[in-house]
């Protein structure tokens, strides 16, 4: 597997603030990466940075096998795709106008760009000013001109912020879409959760450097979150059914008919086991610890480290 | 240079969605009209080419008016995209830097163009229909093309205002101090200079220089000087005859004064964070 990104040491600083510290990631090709952290953690810089919009202070950046301030890596950028958080768009042209202006720079047809924006659900609306466009139409424009081309690699800065739920759904099937064809895509995103089962890799962004990196189930056992359980108890069996568990779960609290268990990863299936003997519990939740908290957990370690 | 055309033809589609080249086009064409009518009415018997007053009349508007319509059009063409953000998304796209200011540079010129070559050439449709005479057309293509070579000096040294400033408000003021500067404060400078002088320094070798520094003033001594039959009527024939400046020498200075400041607008822009 060639890495389609590889970043070595790499920093950036405007003036006196560090954008980007000392960060190194390899990233392989058609994975679906999360870059998280804080506004001002440095996610949008090292996008720039990817794209060859600015120049790197130190260390060495390869995106598609070339340094993107280079006249090869302007070529590689044929193959990328990139959706600035806040996208922008000239009002005085249609939807289609737009689009097929950024085909032609990609060496596209202009014929695919109706199709296209079909794709995204604004084919009622191509022949339209983009001035008239709302919020969530822009952004799907902003999608649209993205995927144009079949890119290798996508970077999307926020790219679902201002979008309502159902559109949101529509993206991330366009986003799986591409994940099957091979297409390698970073996301930076705040609503982490909604990412969780879509993303191979996470990186973990503060103040400028990676705090961690890697596969989620990896982060979440690097975490050592506990896992929450949630009973439902008939009514007056309180005492029988936190005996029964006596000694599995690291902390235990009640109210009502409900009782809520955490417990270390490991000691899950245990209590899985042991909960299905006991015929007083009457249903069961399992919460394994989301992106949100893992997230939380590295950011509090590295605010108590410092 | 499909990304130069790609981006040249935005620009022109732009400019026609927001209705800039009609109102630049209407503007020139009533003071062009308004001017050629008021200024021949009193030349019936004087036996100057109607044409030829009206290429004098129509290049002192030139002067004022196209620098001012280029410095608008170019003020905000790049510090404008990076302020919304447009540029953002345009410069992750294959497209390089000098690319950009290429392709603005050749739309604008179009714009600048059209506009010009239809706003003049209505009043000289309109002299050549009332008179039916066209002698001296030559002169006036060439009073037209080198209006559009004004502008896009102008256009030139806008658009290495915008690729230096920060912020458009800086650009903006910058672009009105440039147009001040070339097209009132230089002349009069000069000429305050040459009072107070009294020909002892600036004799007429340098003076011809400070005039090609100027490319409002190139364009002038071109147009007054450059064509007998104009030069005739403005009383510019005196002048014509020490001025050592031949018309590739003033055309040559315009040239530069479009080259020189796109090439560091480039340059400036290709070491610009966005």
């Known amino acids: ?306 | 240079m499909s990304n130069i055309l790609a981006i040249a033809g935005k620009e022109i589609r732009e400019g026609i969605r927001n209705r800039w080249i009609l109102a630049t086009t209407l503007l020139l064409a009533a003071l062009a009209l308004t001017l050629t009518f008021l200024g021949s009415a009193p030349t019936g018997t004087v036996g100057a080419s109607q044409l030829a007053v009206t290429i004098a009349s129509l290049s002192s508007l030139t002067i004022m008016l196209l620098p001012l319509i280029a410095l608008l059009l170019a003020y905000d063409a790049i510090c404008g995209e990076i302020d919304r953000g447009t540029l953002l998304l345009l410069l992750s796209y294959p497209v390089a830097r000098w690319q950009l200011i290429a392709g603005k540079y050749l739309g604008h010129v179009a714009i600048l163009a059209f506009a010009t070559c239809m706003g003049y050439g209505v009043s000289a449709g309109a002299l050549a229909a009332i008179h039916g005479d066209i002698s001296g057309w030559q002169s006036f293509a060439a009073m037209l093309a080198s209006s559009v070579l004004l502008g896009s000096a102008f256009l030139a040294l806008g658009y290495l205002v915008s690729a230096s400033v920060a912020d458009r408000g800086a650009a903006g003021g910058l672009a009105i101090g440039i147009w001040l500067l070339f097209v009132l404060i230089y002349d009069m400078a000069l000429l305050g200079l040459l009072v107070v002088d009294q020909g002892r320094t600036v004799t007429a070798p340098v003076l011809n220089l400070l005039l090609l520094f100027n490319p409002a003033d190139a364009y002038r001594v071109l147009n007054l000087t450059g064509l007998a039959d104009v030069a005739q009527f403005t009383g510019m024939a005196g002048v014509t005859q020490d001025a050592a400046l031949a018309p590739a020498a003033l055309v040559a200075a315009l040239v530069l004064w479009t080259a020189v400041p796109l090439a560091g607008a480039a340059m400036i822009l290709k070491r610009r964070q966005i």
């Not at chain 1, 060639?2 to 003036?15: D, E």
């Not at chain 1, 982490?192 to 503060?206: C, G, K, N």
């Not at chain 1, 015929?279 to 950011?299: G, K, W």
Request: glycine share 10%; aromatic share 4%.
């Open chain 1, 1 to 306: 597997m060639t890495a389609a990104i590889c970043l070595a040491g790499v920093a950036k600083r405007y003036g006196a603030l560090a954008a980007v510290r000392d960060v190194s990631i390899e990233l392989g090709q058609g994975q679906t990466v999360a870059l998280v952290g804080h506004n001002g953690a440095g996610k949008t810089t090292l996008f720039k940075l990817m794209l060859g919009l600015t120049r790197a202070s130190a260390g060495s950046i390869r995106v598609l096998g070339a340094d993107p301030v280079t006249p090869n890596g302007q070529r590689s950028r044929l193959e990328i795709g990139y959706l600035p958080e806040n996208v922008v768009f000239s009002n005085a042209l249609s939807g289609l106008e737009t689009l097929q202006f950024y085909a032609t720079l990609k060496r596209r047809s202009r014929s695919e760009c109706a199709a296209l924006l079909e794709r995204v659900g604004l084919g009622h609306a191509a022949r339209k000013r983009v001035g008239t466009y709302s919020k969530g139409m822009r952004q799907r424009l902003g999608l649209a001109q993205a995927v144009l081309g079949a890119p290798r690699l996508l970077f999307l800065d926020e790219p679902t912020t201002g979008l309502d739920p159902l559109v949101r759904q529509g993206f991330y099937e366009l986003v799986g879409e591409l994940r099957d064809r091979g297409v390698t895509a970073i996301l930076s995103s705040h609503a982490l959760s909604e990412l969780e089962a879509r993303i191979d890799q996470v990186v973990i962004m503060h103040k400028g450097e990676v705090v961690a990196a890697g596969a989620l189930d990896a982060l979440r056992s690097l975490a050592g979150l506990p896992v929450r359980i949630r009973l439902s108890v008939s009514s007056g069996f309180h005492g029988e059914v936190l005996y029964a568990l006596a000694g599995l779960a690291s902390s235990s609290s009640s109210s009502g008919d409900t009782i809520e268990l955490a417990c270390e990863s490991r000691r899950k299936m245990e209590i899985i086991r042991r909960i299905s003997g006991v015929p007083q519990i009457l249903d069961v939740a399992i919460a394994e610890p989301s992106l949100d908290e893992i997230y939380a957990s590295f950011l509090h370690g590295k605010d108590k480290a410092a």
